[in-house]
């Protein structure tokens, strides 16, 4: 006789208000779904941007927050904070992706990573190419940058859209593709676009990074502590000169890959506990400790890259990717920017540049024997994925805000939108005419 399955939330008591919150938790852990919910904090800021009443929406991220402590004062605007503080913490998921596919994922075979690390460099260095070629010495030369991001969430989603058509194989290929493009990304916002650097602010940066390893290799395992160190350290990093989300992403990086508890110490924890509370004579002091410490061994068991980013995606997700949306795609579209040399500059980049990358230094790769395509997927699948990869959205938008500002700023974003919306007609649109139909 079969036994029945039961999930591990079937163990808890259900209360009333189970019944709404479970079905909004299994909605938040659907990837795909936060690409939805960025479309739609993207389509509501385009709109509320181009009414009437568009300057009191763009107001909105003008208003200044301040934070002060003694002679020390921090004055920005929220649209600021949005950008340096909540996308601090997107930053620091991203580490944990690119340490996670590092350590355990694709990446960590380097003959396995030669095709993605080679797309990935295809599709950084001609998109930026095309962009350069187009604002050579014009005020837009500085965003050269902008076209070779590529938006997971957005990806993601398309792949979705295509369900059972897409190879394990080539959804695997887009993803670790895009967390090498992430890797380039990064380096990008670090080197080229760090204008001067406050040195001091910058020691105390690297103090609060290398005190991070240090804490954990003591033992010191109280999270709140290492919170604060992180925060301190971010706020060095954004009076240092270097852009405060590189934090996040080193703290990523730092978070290891290990339980502090193992299973089997784990199963030793649970057993004794469970013996102990079936025996008699125990005080409710002996109680609480027993149960206090299998707590903390359960919570131990997961590896701290594990827990903060499954509990940190659906925030990112839903949250904070939505907001810095809402702050930063709201921009008033005139037929003069569309044409403006930057805007198409961009587009181009993305639409162009980003598959044309991809397809030729994967066949440089396959073509010099260090690299394979993956089983099931042929080059016109890798064609199609290379126009997924041209949604630039998030990190676009983001490098944009660093390179340009005025009038060029806009004009890039409305050619971010452009690029990013063409490439995902065109590569979903390929992906459905190069990969069979799965037969049902």
Same mark, same amino acid.
């Given at each position: *006789? ?20 479970? $079905? ?5 852990? /659907? ?28 107001? /909105? ?42 350590? *355990? ?10 095709? $993605? ?22 005020? &837009? ?5 902008? $076209? ?13 859209? #295509? %369900? ?11 993803? +670790?593709? !895009?967390? @090498? ?11 080229? =676009?760090?204008? +001067?650097?406050? *040195? ?5 940066? !690297?103090?609060?990074?290398? @005190?991070?390893?240090?804490? *954990? ?7 709140? #502590? =290492? =919170? ?25 990086? #730092? ?32 109680? =609480? ?12 068991? #997961? ?28 921009? $008033? ?13 961009? !587009? ?8 044309? %990358? ?10 010099? %024997? ?32 660093? !390179?340009? +500002? ?20 065109? &590569? ?13």
């Amino acid at each position: *006789m079969a036994q029945a399955h039961h999930s591990t939330e079937d163990l808890l008591p259900k209360e009333p208000i189970d019944s709404i919150v479970d $079905p909004l938790k299994r909605f938040l852990h /659907i990837e795909a779904a936060s690409g939805v919910v960025l479309l739609t904090a993207t389509v509501v800021a385009l709109t509320l941007a181009n009414l009437p009443t568009a300057e009191s929406f763009l107001g /909105i991220w003008k208003t200044r927050l301040s934070f002060g402590l003694g002679g020390f004062q921090m004055d920005h605007s929220l649209q600021h904070w949005i950008n340096d503080g909540l996308m601090a913490i997107f930053f620091f998921v991203i580490g944990l992706e690119v340490k996670r596919e590092l350590v *355990m994922g694709e990446l960590q075979d380097l003959r396995q990573a030669v095709l $993605p690390i080679s797309a990935a460099i295809g599709g950084m260095v001609v998109p930026a190419g095309v962009y350069l070629a187009l604002q050579w010495g014009e005020p &837009g030369a500085r965003g050269w940058g902008i $076209p070779m991001a590529t938006d997971i969430a957005f990806v993601v989603g398309c792949l979705a859209v #295509l %369900g059972q058509r897409i190879p394990g194989s080539l959804r695997v290929l887009l993803l +670790s593709l !895009a967390i @090498a493009d992430d890797i380039g990304a990064i380096l990008v916002i670090a080197i080229g =676009y760090t204008e +001067s650097l406050n *040195m001091i602010a910058l020691g105390l940066g !690297a103090l609060g990074i290398a @005190a991070l390893p240090l804490m *954990m290799k003591v033992g010191i395992r109280t999270q709140p #502590l =290492y =919170y604060a160190v992180m925060v301190l350290t971010w706020l060095a990093f954004h009076e240092s000169g270097i852009h405060a989300t590189i934090a996040g992403v080193i703290f990523g990086l #730092l978070m290891p890959t290990q339980s502090w508890i193992s299973e089997s110490r784990l199963e030793t924890i649970v057993s004794k506990t469970r013996h102990f509370l079936m025996g008699d004579g125990w005080s409710s002091g002996q109680r =609480y400790a027993m149960l206090r410490q299998m707590e903390q061994a359960t919570r131990k068991s #997961l590896s701290p890259l594990e827990r903060h980013e499954t509990d940190l995606h659906p925030w990112v997700g839903f949250l904070i990717m939505p907001v810095f949306a809402l702050a930063n795609a709201g921009v $008033p579209v005139q037929l003069a920017d569309i044409l403006n040399p930057v805007a198409v500059a961009t !587009a181009l980049g993305l639409f162009v540049g980003k598959p044309v %990358g991809i397809l030729l230094f994967s066949w440089l790769a396959v073509k010099a %024997g260090i690299a394979r395509l993956p089983e099931g997927v042929n080059w016109g699948a890798i064609l199609g994925g290379g126009f997924l990869a041209g949604i630039g959205f998030t990190m676009a938008l983001f490098i944009s805000s660093l !390179a340009l +500002s005025g009038d060029i700023l806009d004009a890039a974003k409305v050619g971010v939108m452009a690029g990013s919306a063409l490439s995902a007609v065109c &590569g979903v649109t390929l992906l459905i005419v190069f990969l069979p139909k799965p037969s049902s």
